[in-house]
């Protein structure tokens, strides 16, 4: 009931597309829904999280959609820039109950933008 | 700058030996975290620390473990207990435990020789 499942595994996208990336979980206490993304070599860096109190989340070219009845989140990154090649995190926790606090996160998805 | 240092960037050990890998952080944060990534894998939870002289166990805490005698340090020995311990280790940290931001260090990728 800890899982969060993440799709695509992999993503290819032309410069100036849309990127999707979808995550489905279980526990529905989790209400802390946050997105990393991590290059290589690196340590994620969160991107933008969203409470389940609002169904859309915007910063910049990123988008967080939440859809509460579907238990389903995702990510949507406009017009994608090469440097947006990365590999994106969703995550979730909860402030109650057993594992609370703790994050518990996707397997990613490697995007890969071309020019 | 603020942030997390974890240190050393690559770490080899040999069969049978215990390595402690170095996470510190000047963000005055309480609370920090240990994770294993793996290939293909998204970040599971080693151990975690609310506070000074406080940690608990995550979902694989078998074969480490943790100190916190410091606010600013959280310091990570894999032991010969762990059997599988070639992974990429990342630190992370955040103000207090919560549903907050956690910010993470640039891992240390561990491997046998």
């Known amino acids: 009931q800890q899982q969060v499942k993440q799709s695509p595994q992999s993503l290819i996208v032309q410069k100036g597309g849309i990127s999707i990336i979808n995550c489905a979980y279980e526990?529905?206490?989790?209400?802390?829904f946050p997105w990393y993304q991590q290059f290589p070599g690196k340590g994620p860096a969160l991107l933008i999280a969203?409470?389940?109190?609002?169904s859309e989340k915007k910063e910049g070219r990123f988008t967080i959609s939440f859809n509460k009845s579907a238990k389903q989140f995702s990510l949507h990154i406009m017009d994608s820039q090469p440097g947006d090649s990365a590999t994106y995190f969703c995550?979730?926790?909860?402030?109650?109950?057993?594992?609370?606090?703790?994050?518990?996160f996707g397997k990613g998805t490697k995007l890969s933008v071309i020019p | 700058d603020g942030g997390i240092t974890q240190s050393p960037k690559y770490l080899f050990r040999k069969e049978g030996q215990n390595v402690t890998l170095s996470c510190e952080q000047n963000?005055?944060?309480?609370?920090m975290y240990w994770y294993r990534q793996d290939p293909g894998q998204g970040l599971r939870l080693i151990y975690y620390?609310?506070?000074?002289?406080?940690?608990q166990k995550g979902d694989i805490a078998e074969g480490y473990s943790v100190s916190r005698e410091k606010k600013e340090s959280f310091p990570l020995t894999v032991t010969s207990a762990q059997k599988n311990p070639t992974a990429f280790y990342l630190c992370?940290?955040?103000?207090?435990?919560?549903?907050?931001?956690?910010?993470f260090g640039d891992g240390t990728r561990l491997s046998i020789l």
């Open positions: 992370a940290s955040s103000e207090r435990m919560g549903n907050q931001p956690q910010h």
């Open positions: 526990n529905t206490a989790f209400d802390y």
């Open positions: 969203i409470r389940p109190d609002v």
């Open positions: 995550a979730a926790s909860t402030d109650s109950g057993a594992g609370s606090y703790q994050l518990t």
């Open positions: 963000l005055n944060h309480d609370a």
């Open positions: 620390s609310q506070i000074v002289n406080d940690f």
